[in-house]
């Protein structure tokens, strides 16, 4: 990687300076004109630039204005025989990193060009924490929770979103993988593109290789017209394969050399066609099990676990559930035209103590019940979870987590009553302000 654009139209110049840095461990690129340069200058360039300022054509001063109006964060030192103050104060002030004369002391140009390449690098990794917290408060729209299982998730989607590279995504039933898989489109450089799912265990199992790689007019009895397939529609975009481990084995080869060769064959036809499509894939078992019982080749498994995510289930994220619960009750008041109001303490600390085997689809559909459920309000969530009123002492929570889950209650109502006002919560819940952050901090709770 290029560190280090050196700028000169004298050959004798850049030749010397080229030997003192690359001596110094740094990449060199040098051009006898600005022009030149400036092609292989863009806002992630993660070197410096070192130029003369007298040069025909664009002089040293009129480069490095127009390095700023690509990026004014890269350090541009410049360096001349015929320099003045007044040269170097006009430099300094249009952004340039540092003015040097000719001739130059080698150990002191070498010292400022790693002075300089620290600050370079120091901006774009700002830049990449920025993006990176930007695509985390994206990804809270989509995946609610702020539990420690659910901030890991989210840092590692965020992370391999831009990427290319396929992804298994691992779940029990019911803890979220689609929606997952959408973020994960939604945040990459095809978001843009078409997004594709496609569950295989609902395909009949001889329609499977017609779902994915389509088929000409007549290739089987029964096709009529043409059809074209999940991996050809996916084309510059992302393709989701639920329940991987129920695709037909010789479906699963032949999805396999696609994937390899990025070109797929129509049934009934003879011309393969490129394609080029991000594959997002899950399952909700063991995929080495899956491979011991003959239902899920090992060398399509390697080809599809470039990243693997594993998503916790909703038992091994229990905090979450009050602000899940919150989320689902607003959406399916909203649905069904009902104002409901939130669980008690009590209700929540039942909810607390329940196993979940469904995850988060149970606890959706558990919200909608509770809202157009005509029992008794403090009644409800005992029923409906177990049939009965459920016995205090059958669903014991820690007292700990009963006070902290009732704190958090509190406070997210206090803020939601208030439009978020600090101010406003700190005088209704009566706790000084940096306690007021530090619980807000400890629960992962927003102003609204």
Same mark, same amino acid.
């Given at each position: +990687?290029?560190?280090?654009? %050196?700028?000169?139209?004298e050959?004798s110049? !850049?030749?010397?300076?080229?030997?003192w %840095?690359? /001596?110094?461990?740094?990449? &060199?690129?040098?051009?006898?004109?600005?022009?030149?340069?400036l092609?292989?200058?863009? #806002?992630d360039?993660?070197?410096?630039?070192?130029?003369?300022?007298?040069?025909?054509?664009?002089?040293?001063?009129a480069?490095?204005?127009?390095?700023?109006?690509?990026?004014p964060? $890269?350090?541009?030192?410049?360096f001349?025989?015929?320099?003045?103050?007044?040269?170097?104060?006009e430099?300094?002030r249009?952004?340039?990193?540092?003015?040097?004369?000719?001739?130059?002391?080698?150990?002191r $140009?070498?010292?400022?060009?790693?002075?300089?390449?620290?600050?370079?690098?120091?901006?774009l990794e700002?830049?990449?924490?920025?993006?990176?917290?930007?695509?985390s408060?994206?990804?809270?729209?989509?995946?609610?929770?702020?539990?420690a299982?659910?901030?890991?998730?989210?840092?590692?989607?965020a992370? @391999?979103?831009?990427?290319?590279?396929? &992804?298994?995504?691992?779940?029990?039933?019911?803890?979220?993988?689609?929606?997952?898989?959408?973020? @994960?489109?939604?945040?990459?450089?095809?978001g843009?593109? *078409?997004y594709?799912?496609?569950?295989?265990?609902?395909? *009949?199992?001889?329609?499977?290789?017609?779902?994915?790689?389509?088929?000409?007019?007549?290739?089987?009895?029964?096709?009529?017209?043409? =059809?074209v397939?999940?991996?050809?529609?996916?084309?510059?975009?992302?393709?989701f394969?639920?329940?991987?481990?129920? +695709?037909?084995?010789?479906?699963?080869?032949?999805?396999? =050399?696609?994937?390899?060769?990025?070109?797929?064959?129509?049934?009934?036809g003879?011309?393969?066609? *490129?394609?080029q499509?991000?594959?997002?894939?899950?399952?909700?078992?063991?995929?080495?099990k899956?491979?011991?019982?003959? =239902?899920?080749?090992?060398?399509?498994?390697? #080809?599809?676990?470039?990243v693997?995510?594993?998503? *916790?289930?909703? #038992?091994? !994220?229990k905090?979450?559930?009050p602000?899940?619960?919150s989320?689902? /009750?607003?959406?399916?008041?909203?649905?069904?035209g009902?104002?409901?109001?939130?669980?008690?303490?009590?209700?929540?600390?039942?909810? +607390?103590?329940?196993?979940?085997?469904?995850?988060?689809?149970?606890l959706?559909?558990?919200?909608e019940?509770?809202?157009l459920?005509?029992?008794?309000?403090?009644?409800? $969530?005992?029923?409906l %979870?177990?049939?009965? &009123? &459920?016995?205090r002492?059958?669903?014991?929570v820690? %007292?700990?987590?009963?006070?902290?889950?009732?704190?958090?209650? /509190?406070?997210?109502?206090? /803020?939601?009553r208030?439009d978020?006002n600090?101010?406003?919560? @700190?005088a209704?819940? #009566?706790?000084?302000?940096r306690?007021?952050?530090?619980?807000?901090?400890?629960?992962g709770?927003k =102003?609204p």
């Amino acid at each position: +990687m290029t560190q280090v654009i %050196l700028v000169d139209d004298e050959q004798s110049v !850049r030749d010397s300076a080229r030997q003192w %840095l690359e /001596l110094s461990d740094l990449t &060199v690129r040098d051009f006898d004109n600005a022009r030149d340069a400036l092609g292989c200058i863009t #806002r992630d360039f993660a070197g410096i630039v070192l130029s003369d300022v007298k040069m025909p054509d664009i002089d040293g001063l009129a480069f490095q204005k127009k390095i700023a109006r690509i990026d004014p964060h $890269i350090p541009v030192v410049l360096f001349t025989g015929h320099g003045d103050i007044a040269m170097a104060v006009e430099a300094i002030r249009a952004g340039a990193y540092d003015f040097l004369e000719k001739p130059f002391d080698p150990e002191r $140009i070498v010292e400022t060009i790693k002075r300089a390449l620290e600050k370079r690098q120091l901006v774009l990794e700002n830049r990449q924490l920025k993006k990176a917290l930007q695509d985390s408060e994206g990804i809270d729209s989509r995946l609610v929770g702020g539990s420690a299982p659910m901030r890991t998730l989210k840092r590692e989607i965020a992370n @391999i979103a831009p990427t290319i590279a396929n &992804v298994l995504i691992l779940g029990e039933t019911g803890t979220g993988k689609e929606v997952i898989a959408r973020s @994960i489109h939604t945040l990459s450089d095809r978001g843009k593109g *078409p997004y594709l799912a496609l569950n295989c265990a609902a395909i *009949p199992v001889n329609m499977a290789e017609s779902e994915l790689f389509g088929h000409k007019s007549g290739a089987f009895t029964g096709a009529q017209g043409k =059809r074209v397939g999940k991996l050809e529609a996916a084309n510059n975009g992302t393709l989701f394969l639920d329940e991987l481990g129920s +695709m037909p084995m010789d479906v699963q080869g032949k999805l396999l =050399r696609a994937l390899e060769c990025m070109e797929i064959t129509p049934l009934g036809g003879n011309t393969p066609r *490129p394609v080029q499509f991000r594959l997002l894939s899950a399952m909700n078992e063991d995929p080495r099990k899956a491979i011991e019982e003959g =239902r899920l080749r090992e060398d399509l498994y390697f #080809r599809l676990n470039t990243v693997e995510l594993l998503v *916790p289930p909703l #038992r091994e !994220r229990k905090e979450d559930i009050p602000i899940l619960f919150s989320f689902f /009750l607003e959406r399916a008041a909203d649905v069904y035209g009902r104002t409901v109001e939130p669980p008690t303490a009590e209700s929540l600390a039942i909810m +607390m103590s329940h196993d979940w085997p469904g995850n988060v689809r149970e606890l959706k559909s558990l919200s909608e019940r509770f809202v157009l459920s005509s029992l008794p309000h403090e009644e409800r $969530i005992p029923k409906l %979870l177990s049939g009965k &009123v &459920v016995d205090r002492r059958e669903s014991a929570v820690a %007292l700990r987590d009963q006070v902290n889950l009732f704190e958090r209650h /509190l406070i997210k109502e206090s /803020l939601a009553r208030h439009d978020g006002n600090v101010k406003d919560v @700190i005088a209704d819940l #009566r706790v000084p302000r940096r306690t007021l952050n530090e619980k807000m901090a400890k629960y992962g709770l927003k =102003r609204p």
